[in-house]
């Protein structure tokens, strides 16, 4: 093990409770408190990217919490057999593997999705928050704590770049998921009644509005400050 | 023992060999689904060229094998319009022509598959001939399917695709509303050159009185120049065999 990760000290009570308090805390945790698009302010690539609509928005983020885990998952099981030398090309090869397994999968059974992410599904591979968390946890914890740890991070990413991409899709094109909410609107009021689109939301400055505010409102409520 | 030089070599070598079969083996097992759904792509994007995105949304993927079945015949012509059903000594069809492939080779010696869209049924009735497209635009390939009207000169629709263009910018291609600028222009001028169809530079000017311009991206025209250099190329080469229709026309309008 290198010197920079620090394992940390966990109770070595013979069983531990499968969702006991501290495990509840690796899932929870990175949801809002050290969420990982609005704390740490990582994977920001993707998340202005692929976020215009609902559906590639879902994909990706199955995708990434599909690779986090399972990248966490392979680490941690190997991690005290991983020379540090070269851990961190380890974990790129990992990560790298799992990220074309998905890539392929989607080109295999959702072709349209994989035109439309094909880039994005590969930028996986250098999304900050896959070798955030090896690097910080899953080198020095063990299997079930690494994977609970890489769903709760994924996951604080998912919410999050589904929240955008409503907003987005929303806004910019009127429409949830496809489905034409604004039309619908206008068909109940009457067609003198147009719900207008805005263009800047589907382009990436839209995101980074969205993204503003939200970091804006979860750090009024939750009162973190950046040292 | 962890940080000796022939423990690192040897990890890294099973790693490498483990990833590896792990992703030959994906690939081999997924290969055939993934050639069908391309196969399904490349039907769909002649499609498009001939009827709207919306219909062939609203489709399943048998029901586009069906349509496409049923719609489109096609033929693989050289660049002089002669037919090619032979090449090398194996049979060629148009489905299975690799236009990318082709592009590498010179224009003389590629083979052109030409996607005939008839009447149900009735591969006599013409509705409109679908002409593949295939170039370079800012950072990678663009490709796309032109259709022309029975009078060889109108464009009924075109579909084009890219790999790897800007979101937002020269992306935009695929998208309908970019596409639907084309129909209804003329790649020949009145007096019967082959002139194609230019779009411009900047965004948001009416064209609609110049058969031959269409209205560009904005912050794209790179990509909006490979396109016009992908249309006006493969036109030129298509030309023998578009002329060939002309004539037998005016043949037929003769009689």
Redesign the interface.
Known sequence: MSAETVEKAIEKKPAEALFSKRRKKLVTDPLVDDNPITIQVLGICSAL?VTTQMKPTLVMAISVIFVVVMSNLVISLMRN??????RI??QL??VA?LV??VS??L???A??M??ELS?FVGLIITNCIVMGRLEAFALGNKPYDSVLDGFGSALGYAWIILAVAFFRELWGSGSVFGIPVFDYVSGIFGSDFQLATNGLM???VGAFIILGLIIWIQRTKTGYVEH | MQQSNGYIIVFSVILTVVLGLLLSGTSQVLGPMQREAEALDKKKQILGAVISAEEIDAMAPEEVNEYYNSRISSIVVDINGKEVTEQDGASVTAETVDIGKNYKRPAEERLYPVFIFHEEGNPEAVESYVFPLYGAGLWDAIWGYMALETDMNTVGGITLAHAGETPGLGARITEGEVQNRYVGKKIYNDSGELVAIEMQKGEGKDYSSDPHKVDGMSGATITANGVNAMVENYLGHYQAYIDSKKSNQAVAAAN
């Open positions: 990217a057999t991983i020379p540090s030398r070269v090309i380890v090869a990992v593997t074309t397994l392929e999968v080109r295999a059974f072709y349209d994989y035109k880039v589907v382009s990436p």
